[in-house]
């Protein structure tokens, strides 16, 4: 896997398909990473309001995204699953 620096500096380039490839998979780090610290916060205690607050989001729509996976305790990142 690439790191976050290598593929920022991929969709950077003159190259539109390595740069669009490079976007989708900062998108998926980001994912992962946010979902990391939503459990995180949820196993600290935080509410879903207090998450969506830090997101910038409502929090129903954190709850949406994330509930299911953060309150059964389970996270499933690309690493784990390789």
């Given amino acids: 896997m690439r790191t976050a620096s290598e593929l920022a500096d991929a969709a950077d380039g003159q190259d539109p398909a390595a ?8 998108r998926r ?3 992962e990473l946010e979902a990391v ?12 309001e207090e998450i969506a607050a830090a997101l ?8 949406r995204k994330h509930a299911r996976r953060v309150d059964q ?10």
């Fill in 19 to 26: 740069g669009l490839a490079a976007v989708a998979a900062l």
């Fill in 29 to 31: 780090l980001l994912e």
């Fill in 37 to 48: 610290h939503v459990s995180a916060a949820r196993a600290q205690g935080w509410s879903w």
């Fill in 56 to 63: 910038g989001v409502r929090r129903q729509s954190a709850h």
């Fill in 73 to 82: 305790g389970w996270i499933e990142t690309s690493r784990s699953a390789q």
